[in-house]
Nanobody, 115 residues
């Protein structure tokens, strides 16, 4: 089992940057595929970015070229670097860990992009 805690959210102007971090506790972090999801008001939660155990990454089309996901297995951490932020990126961002049919979620961190 793994516990996830997100940090790094906040208010940023359009065009700005934020870096989200997800700290994991528990055993065997390296076996999990890790992902970032987001949920805007009135919308379903959707995938933003994912990184496999081996480091292969994938992104939603809406964030390609602007967001970068990375992981540090030694520190049990996964980050999401968000650049060129747009108002439509405003959402609660959630960290996810998945392995063998099991999924774990963090509590979420709010990102607001507004002038």
């Amino acid at each position: 089992q793994v516990q996830l805690v997100e940090s790094g959210g906040g208010l940023v102007q359009p065009g700005g940057s934020l870096r989200l971090s997800c700290a994991a506790s528990g055993s065997a972090f390296s076996i999990y595929a890790m992902g970032w999801y987001r949920q805007a008001p009135g919308k379903q939660r959707g995938l933003v970015a994912v990184i496999s155990r081996g480091g292969t990454t994938g992104y939603a089309d809406s964030v390609k070229g602007r967001f970068t996901i990375s992981r540090d297995n030694a520190k049990k951490r996964v980050d999401l670097q968000m650049n060129s932020l747009k108002p439509e990126d405003t959402a609660v961002y959630y960290c996810n860990a998945a392995y063998a049919g099991a999924e774990y979620w963090g509590q979420g961190t709010q990102v607001t992009v507004s002038s």
